[in-house]
């Protein structure tokens, strides 16, 4: 039967049943291959029927429907053993299609992946404000997206956004998005369901970069990690039990404007501009220790990975401060190394509380500050928290470094519709 694995994801365990409703035993059956061909496809008949414990004339007949409904494929052969290889069925990439989104200032980026998760279309809309409302500029990247995949938008079947900030699913609003004006619509998740063909979900850009970790990434086989994110600002995600917790308001995560020592304390943090965590830590605090560290501008021929350096509008001290951490992970001693150190234990004084108060299993750092310093960062973050903090979870860096928030959008996507299709009940 099908189940979970122990990162949440979907997975496979093979247990003895007692005798049950034949629709229900067939319907858990048809999970158990698609999920088996989904996670070790191309596999043979016999190679199902021994991973499913189903027999083969039994595990011949679940083929033989679910190819007819759409969901498998048949197709190539088995080599390497004497005699006919055995025909190889493999889950159906056009079976759905989903699309996610990358909503920032100036730039919304889309994507649309198979039920396999490969990518086969991608569209940036930039200068959405152009395009209307937000609606509209859902509507327009989804089309873009879709065309670039050789599809029509009624062919996607579910659509996740994500974007700055946490999203309220009891109002269906965003909250403290004023940088990105027209998103605090009481009646967003309507009018896009009025609009749009298909199912939207919105969820916070740093939950969505947690999940793309937790599925494919650094915290992959972890079911409580804690994600820490840095760049234009600082933002965090939580899984528990492999579930992302999102808060009453779905607000959790929002340590930007955390208070901490050295720092202004921050009041009304829907309207702040600064303070807090994010003064002590954030990508414009490497320029000002820079500066009193008397390190000069600093020339920096490195390409940013795609994903990182500002997901929409450009941000010179975001550019500045990985420039700087780029340069200061390669000085062993001087005012860079100082720097380095410097910038971990403020980025160390605030995990401290964390960690305390979460005692995670993980802590992963992501996004383009963490990834200009470097193994050498991490390194002296995690040494700084383990004389701050009681709580000492490893530190690891982002494995998803090219478009998390876009990746994780989709894997969202992609979790639910499998859900929906793979129930060959209704």
């Given amino acids: 039967m099908a189940g979970r694995s122990s990162d949440g994801r979907p997975g496979v365990r093979v247990t003895n049943r007692a005798p049950g409703v034949p629709r229900v035993l067939r319907t858990l059956n048809d999970r158990t291959a698609l999920e088996l061909l989904l996670e070790q496809g191309p596999l043979s ?9 189903l027999s083969k004339p039994t595990a011949s007949q679940m083929l033989a429907r679910l190819e007819e409904s759409g969901l498998v494929v048949a197709g190539g052969t088995s080599a390497g053993h004497p005699g006919p290889g055995a025909l190889l069925y493999t889950l159906n990439p056009a079976a759905a299609y989903v699309a996610g989104l990358d909503v920032t200032p100036g730039l919304i980026r889309t994507a649309v992946a ?20 937000e609606v509209d500029q859902v509507s327009a990247a989804v089309e873009g997206a879709a065309r670039a995949a050789g599809l029509t938008s009624g062919a996607i079947h579910r659509v996740v956004i994500g974007a700055p900030r946490s999203f309220d699913h009891r109002e269906g609003r965003l909250r403290y998005p004023s940088h990105l004006p027209g998103w605090r619509s009481s009646t967003l998740l309507e009018e896009l369901a009025a609009r749009l063909p298909m199912p939207v979900d919105c969820e916070n850009d740093v939950n969505l970069v947690a999940i ?5 990434g ?14 234009e600002g600082i933002g965090a995600a ?34 702040a501009e600064t303070g807090g965590y994010q003064d002590l830590a954030g990508c414009h605090a490497v320029p000002a220790m820079a500066r009193r560290l008397g390190i000069g501008p600093v020339a920096d021929g490195a390409e940013p990975h795609p ?14 401060a990985m420039a700087i951490l780029r340069r200061a992970a390669t000085e062993a001693e001087g005012p860079y190394r100082r720097l380095l150190e ?15 108060v979460l005692d995670p299993e993980l802590v992963v750092l992501s996004g383009g500050v963490f990834l200009a310093g470097g193994e050498p960062l991490r390194a002296l973050v995690e040494a700084e928290l383990a004389e701050l903090s009681a709580s000492q979870p490893p530190l690891v860096l982002g494995d998803i470094r090219e478009h998390p928030v876009l990746r994780g959008a989709l894997e969202c996507a992609l979790a639910t519709t499998r859900d929906e299709v793979f129930d060959t009940s209704r």
């Avoid at 793309?212 to 494919?216: C, H, I, L, V």
């Avoid at 995560?253 to 720092?263: A, D, L, N, Y």
């Fill in 114 to 133: 198979d039920l396999t998760g490969r990518t086969i279309g991608t569209y940036e809309l930039t200068a959405p404000e152009r395009c209307g409302d």
């Fill in 212 to 216: 793309a970790e937790g599925r494919t």
């Fill in 342 to 356: 410097e910038f971990a234990t403020g980025v160390a004084t605030g995990l401290s509380a964390i960690a305390g």
């Fill in 238 to 271: 939580m899984m528990f039990g492999g579930r992302l917790h999102r808060g009453r308001t779905g607000g959790a995560g929002e340590v930007g404007f955390m208070p901490v020592p050295g720092t202004p304390l921050v009041r009304n943090p829907e309207v």
């Fill in 307 to 320: 994903g990182t350096g500002g997901r929409g509008a450009a941000d010179p001290a975001l550019d500045e």
């Fill in 218 to 231: 650094a915290a992959r086989g972890y079911e409580d990690f804690f994600l820490l994110w840095n760049e």
């Fill in 45 to 53: 008949r016999a190679q199902i029927a021994r991973l499913t414990g």
